[in-house]
C-alpha cells in the first residue's frame, strides 16, 4: 500500500501550538482521505515543522450512483428540470419502480490526484489559534511563516501548489526537500520517503518525535542531578515547553552562586521557570540546591563549558533582579501596603480591591467559629490576603501571590497561623493541589472563594458555555474540596447570604444569586462523576432537599449506594419504582391518594404485613435521618424488601372494588412517604 508523507516546514512554532496542530493537521487529512482508507498514521510537531505519515489505498474504487427522479407520468417540467440539473438527456434515463433513475458511473480516482485536490483548500484553512501573514502577493495565512512543503506518495512529490487564481501562495508548491537543524546542519536535502525523512533529519540533528525529545529532557536533566546526589523538581509542564523548542535537546546542569540561596525558593524557581526555562533542582530533604538544569539546542564543540557559563551569567543577572524586588518588599510592613489596594480595580460593578478585602475580612470573621479558628487571626490573615499584590515580586513574578505575602508576614512578626493562611488562602489553585487544613487558613480561603462566587453572580458574571473568565467553576469546585477533605458542618445557602450582605447594596437582591446553591450543587455532581461516583444518587438525595450542608449530603449518598450495592437494595429501588408509577397512573385518573389506609380493609396477609412494617419503618427512618445515623435508615428501609416482594406478588392494587383500590393506593402512597424521606428513587438509574 501506498506510503504517504506530508512535512509543513516554517519559521519557529511556538511550543504550546505545536501538538494541537500537529493532531489537527492528522484529523483534517485523514478525514478528507477517508474515501482511500488512511491507516497507520502518525502526527509529528516540532520547533519549525509538523508533519504526518500514513498509507493508503491507492485508489478511490469507481462506483455507480443511483439518483431518482420523478416518477413515471410526471409533467414534463418537472423531468425536464431533473435533466437539466445533471446535464443528461432523458435517454440517459430508465425507469426502475415507477421513478425515472439516472445512473451515474464515477470513475476511480488515483490516491495522488485526491491528495493533490484536498490539500490547497485544507491548508488555506488549516485552524491554527492564532495566524499571520507575511510577504506580498497572498492572502495565505500560517502561524508563522511557511517555507515549504515536503508532500510524497510512494516516494513520489505529488505535484501541489498553494497559488489560487491572483494570489500567488507565497510561490509554495510542494518537493522532496525538507531542512536539518537551523546552525549545525543548515540548507536543503532530498527525501524518498518516512524512513529516509526520520533518519535524514536524526543524521541532522534534528528529532521528529516530540516524545523522543520528552524522554531524552527528563531522563537527561534528571541523571545529570543523580550524579550530584540531587533530584529535579517535577514539572512535565516546562519539560513539554522545552521539548518544543529544541530540535536536538542535550541536557546541562549550572551552579548558583551562593549569594543568592537566601532568596525564598519560590522565587528561584519561578524566576528560572518563567524567564529562562530553567529546571529547578533539590536536595533529598526538599530544600534548594544550589544547581539548575538547562537543555541546549545543540551539541557543543567545547563540552558545553562556555555554554555552562553564559547560561549561569544570565541566570546571576535574573536573580539580582529578584534579590532588589526581595529586600525593597520587606523594607516596609505588608500591613501598611493594605491602604494601595483602594486605588486596584477589582471589578466596575464591586469596587477595589480594597473593598473586596473589607468583604473577605467580615466573612473570614463570620466563618472562623464554624471551622474551629481565632477569629483576630482569621481576620488578620484575610485583611493581608491581597497586600501582596502592590508588591514588586508579585508584579514581576504574578504566579508568586501569597506566596510571597506569607514570606513579607513572617518577616514582619505576623502570627504564624496568618502567615501560613496568607499563603494557603488561594489553595487549591489546580486539581491536583492541596486543600488547606489549619483553621484560619480553612477560614480565610472560603471567604475568598465564597465572595468571589457571590460578587461575580451578582454583577450577572456567571460562567456560560465554555467560558468562565473569573474561573468560578475552579472556586466553587475549590469550595467543595475544602469542605470534603475537613469533613466540615456549613450551610452553604446562609453563607452565600451573608456574603451578599456585604455586597454594594444594588447587587444585594441581584437575581442571579438564586443560582448559586444549584451551580455549586453542579459542580459536585461533575466532581463525583469524574471520580466514577454515583452523582444520580446525590441528585435523587439532593431533589427537593434545600440542605446545603456538603458532608451531610455526601454522608447520605454514601450510605444509599452502599445500600444499592446490595440485593435487598437493588430489589427495593425496583419495587418502590414499581409503586411510584403505579401512584402517577393512578393520581392522573383520580388522585392524589392520600390519607391514612383503613386496617379493617385490608383482605389479604400481604396487605397487613405491608402496613405492618411500613408503621415500623417509617419512625425508625425518621429517627436515623434525624440524627444523621444514615446507615441505620438505609438498614431500617431495606427490611421492606421481602414484604414488598410478596405484596406485588399477591396483591391486586386496581381491584374491582373501588375501596379496596383507593385503600391500597394510599398503602403505597405511605411507602411513597417514606422512601421521599430518604431521595426521589425516580433519579437513580437502574
Not at 334 to 360: E, T, Y
Not at 475 to 502: C, H, K, P, S, Y
Not at 677 to 684: E, R, V
Request: hydrophobic fraction near 45%; glycine fraction near 8%.
Amino acid at each position: 500500500m501506498p506510503e504517504f508523507l506530508l512535512e509543513l516546514f516554517s519559521e519557529e512554532i511556538p511550543a504550546r501550538m505545536q501538538a494541537r496542530g500537529a493532531d489537527d493537521l492528522l484529523r483534517l487529512v485523514t478525514e478528507a482521505l477517508a474515501p482511500l482508507n488512511p491507516r497507520d498514521a502518525t502526527a509529528f510537531a516540532g520547533p519549525r515543522r509538523i508533519a504526518l505519515t500514513l498509507v493508503l489505498d491507492g485508489t478511490v474504487p469507481g462506483t455507480t450512483i443511483a439518483e431518482r427522479g420523478p416518477r413515471e407520468g410526471a409533467p414534463e417540467k418537472a423531468l425536464a428540470g431533473f435533466t437539466r440539473k445533471h446535464g443528461v438527456s432523458q435517454d440517459d434515463l430508465v425507469l426502475e419502480g415507477g421513478f425515472w433513475v439516472l445512473n451515474r458511473t464515477v470513475p476511480p480516482v488515483e490516491a495522488a490526484t485526491r491528495i493533490a485536490e484536498i490539500l490547497p483548500p485544507l491548508l488555506r484553512r488549516f485552524p491554527w489559534p492564532k495566524s499571520m501573514r507575511w510577504g506580498e502577493g497572498s492572502a495565505f495565512t500560517w502561524v508563522r511563516p511557511l517555507r515549504r512543503i515536503l508532500c510524497l506518495l510512494d516516494g513520489e512529490v505529488v505535484d501541489i501548489a498553494l497559488a489560487d487564481g491572483e494570489d500567488n501562495g507565497h510561490g509554495l508548491r510542494a518537493g522532496r526537500l525538507t531542512e536539518g537543524h537551523r546552525f549545525t546542519a543548515p540548507g536543503a536535502f532530498a527525501v524518498t520517503g518516512a524512513a529516509d525523512w526520520r533518519e535524514g533529519l536524526r543524521a541532522r540533528q534534528v528529532l521528529v518525535d516530540a516524545a523522543e525529545r520528552r524522554t531524552l529532557i527528563a531522563d537527561g536533566i534528571a541523571r545529570l542531578a543523580a550524579e550530584e546526589g540531587l533530584r529535579i523538581v517535577a514539572d512535565p509542564g516546562l519539560v513539554e515547553e522545552v521539548a518544543g523548542l529544541t530540535e536536538w535537546p542535550v541536557p546541562f546542569l549550572g551552579r548558583i552562586d551562593e549569594t543568592f540561596m537566601d532568596l525564598p525558593p519560590e522565587v528561584m524557581q519561578v524566576s528560572m521557570r518563567v524567564n529562562q526555562r530553567y529546571f529547578a533542582l533539590v536536595r533529598d530533604d526538599g530544600s534548594a540546591a544550589p544547581r539548575f538544569a538547562f537543555v541546549a539546542n545543540l551539541q557543543p564543540t567545547d563540552g558545553g563549558a562556555l555554554t555552562i557559563a553564559g547560561n549561569e551569567r544570565v541566570l546571576r543577572a535574573r536573580f539580582a533582579d529578584a534579590r532588589h524586588f526581595w529586600d525593597l518588599d520587606r523594607a516596609r510592613p505588608l500591613a501598611s501596603r493594605v491602604a494601595a489596594l483602594d486605588a486596584i480595580v477589582f471589578h466596575a460593578a464591586l469596587g477595589s480591591q480594597g473593598a473586596r478585602v473589607r468583604r473577605i475580612v467580615r466573612l473570614a470573621g463570620l466563618l472562623a467559629p464554624m471551622v474551629g479558628a481565632p477569629v483576630a487571626e482569621a481576620e488578620r490573615a484575610a485583611l493581608l490576603a491581597k497586600a501582596d499584590l502592590t508588591t514588586g515580586m508579585v508584579g514581576e513574578f504574578p504566579e508568586l501571590q501569597g506566596v510571597m505575602g506569607s514570606y513579607y508576614a513572617r518577616h514582619d512578626g505576623e502570627p504564624a497561623s496568618v502567615a501560613t493562611a496568607v499563603a494557603e488562602h488561594y489553595m487549591p489553585r489546580g486539581q491536583n493541589d492541596g486543600v488547606p487544613t489549619s483553621p484560619v487558613s480553612i477560614a480565610v480561603a472560603l471567604a475568598d472563594k465564597i465572595d468571589s462566587l457571590t460578587a461575580f453572580f451578582a454583577a450577572g458574571e456567571k460562567p456560560g458555555g465554555s467560558g468562565d473568565p473569573y474561573a468560578l467553576r475552579r472556586a466553587a469546585l475549590g469550595i467543595i474540596r475544602i469542605i470534603r477533605e475537613n469533613a466540615l458542618r456549613l450551610d452553604l445557602v446562609r453563607l452565600f447570604v451573608l456574603a451578599a450582605d456585604a455586597l454594594p447594596e444594588a447587587l444585594r437582591d441581584a437575581p442571579d444569586l438564586t443560582l448559586l446553591p444549584g451551580f455549586v450543587a453542579e459542580r459536585l455532581r461533575v466532581q463525583l462523576r469524574a471520580e466514577g461516583a454515583r452523582h444520580d444518587i446525590l441528585a435523587a438525595i439532593s431533589s427537593g432537599n434545600e440542605d446545603s450542608d456538603i458532608t451531610r449530603l455526601l454522608a447520605r449518598t454514601d450510605a444509599l449506594a452502599a445500600m444499592l450495592a446490595t440485593d435487598d437494595g437493588r430489589n427495593l429501588l425496583a419495587a418502590t419504582k414499581r409503586a411510584a408509577n403505579i401512584l402517577r397512573i393512578e393520581d392522573r385518573k383520580d388522585g392524589p391518594h392520600d390519607g391514612t389506609p383503613d386496617p379493617t380493609l385490608y383482605e389479604q396477609a400481604e396487605e397487613r404485613d405491608l402496613a405492618n412494617m411500613l408503621l415500623d419503618v417509617i419512625p425508625a427512618v425518621e429517627a436515623a435521618i434525624a440524627s444523621e445515623r444514615y446507615t441505620d435508615a438505609m438498614r431500617e428501609a431495606a427490611r421492606l424488601r421481602p414484604v414488598l416482594d410478596r405484596f406485588f406478588e399477591a396483591v391486586t392494587v386496581n381491584a374491582d372494588r373501588a375501596d379496596l383500590r383507593l385503600n391500597r393506593l394510599r398503602l403505597l402512597a405511605e411507602l411513597r412517604r417514606m422512601t421521599v424521606l430518604i431521595a426521589d428513587f425516580s433519579q437513580i438509574e437502574g
